[in-house]
């Protein structure tokens, strides 16, 4: 079985079908990156597996566990996060503040402690601004802090949206090393990416969604030399 296995999934804003019968599956250990064009639907998939919003029709499984019938709270506790599109850091509270936020489902507090070094270690600039508040860091050390919150919950999958939007070309490298390095722990990653030629280089599968549903599937690298998505994502 699967990770997580998104079956013939609709949602509907009102009377639009935002997601038109979509179908996709993530295996454990694999990034699958979902590329597409602004208003293609990515960011509404993912918002629907975490419960943000509701699906009109279809199935949503992760871990043996029917998604949809799951309070979106309570996802953490089976092993998912999510890393929204804008960062969604809670600015008026410190970095630490936050990243303990990630951690509110688990009663290890010794082996949370553990990960809250880790993320330290690997994220020295949020140790470095641990007390200062989360709203006045730079866009690329909010997405580090809300990257960091998500590890905080020692998820088995994260659901990363945009995570490079609004970045410079220097700190998009910096957020996918951090995100090879979350796959490094064994994690494994849903990445929504406007950038469909990092998202490529680094999946290991990927879907493209155009109008709310998958026009193509299939290996990473075998994407990346497609004449149409060449064409239509990357430029060339």
């Known amino acids: 079985?699967?990770?997580?296995?998104?079956?013939?999934?609709?949602?509907?804003?009102?009377?639009?079908?935002?997601?038109?019968?979509?179908?996709?599956?993530?295996?454990?250990?694999?990034?699958?990156?979902?590329?597409?064009?602004?208003?293609?639907?990515?960011?509404?998939?993912?918002?629907?597996?975490?419960?943000?919003?509701?699906?009109?029709?279809?199935?949503?499984?992760?871990?043996?566990?029917?998604?949809?019938?799951?309070?979106?709270?309570?996802?953490?506790?089976?092993?998912?996060?999510?890393?929204?599109?804008?960062?969604?850091?809670?600015?008026?509270?410190?970095?630490?503040?936050?990243?303990?936020?990630?951690?509110?489902?688990?009663?290890?507090?010794?082996?949370?402690?553990?990960t809250l070094e880790m993320i330290y270690q690997h994220f020295p600039r949020l140790k470095e601004r641990r007390s200062q508040l989360a709203g006045t860091l730079s866009g690329g050390e909010q997405q580090m802090l809300a990257m960091g919150r998500a590890l905080m919950s020692k998820p088995t999958m994260i659901l990363m949206d945009e995570p490079s939007m609004g970045l410079s070309p220097l700190l998009v490298k910096e957020v996918f090393s951090i995100i090879e390095f979350c796959h490094s722990q064994g994690i494994t990653i849903l990445l929504v990416e406007q950038n469909a030629r990092m998202a490529l280089n680094i999946a290991d599968r990927a879907y493209v969604l155009e109008v709310g549903k998958i026009s193509m599937e299939g290996k990473a690298n075998e994407l990346l030399e497609s004449e149409a998505i060449k064409k239509a994502y990357l430029g060339g």
């Open 1 to 114: 079985m699967s990770m997580l296995e998104v079956k013939d999934l609709e949602v509907n804003y009102g009377m639009i079908k935002a997601i038109k019968g979509v179908s996709f599956h993530v295996e454990a250990g694999e990034i699958v990156a979902l590329i597409g064009a602004n208003g293609a639907g990515k960011t509404t998939i993912l918002h629907t597996i975490s419960g943000l919003i509701p699906a009109a029709a279809g199935s949503i499984v992760f871990e043996g566990n029917d998604v949809r019938r799951i309070p979106g709270y309570k996802l953490t506790g089976l092993g998912m996060a999510h890393v929204p599109e804008g960062r969604r850091v809670f600015a008026e509270m410190t970095v630490l503040q936050n990243l303990r936020l990630g951690a509110y489902t688990r009663k290890d507090s010794a082996e949370t402690e553990e």
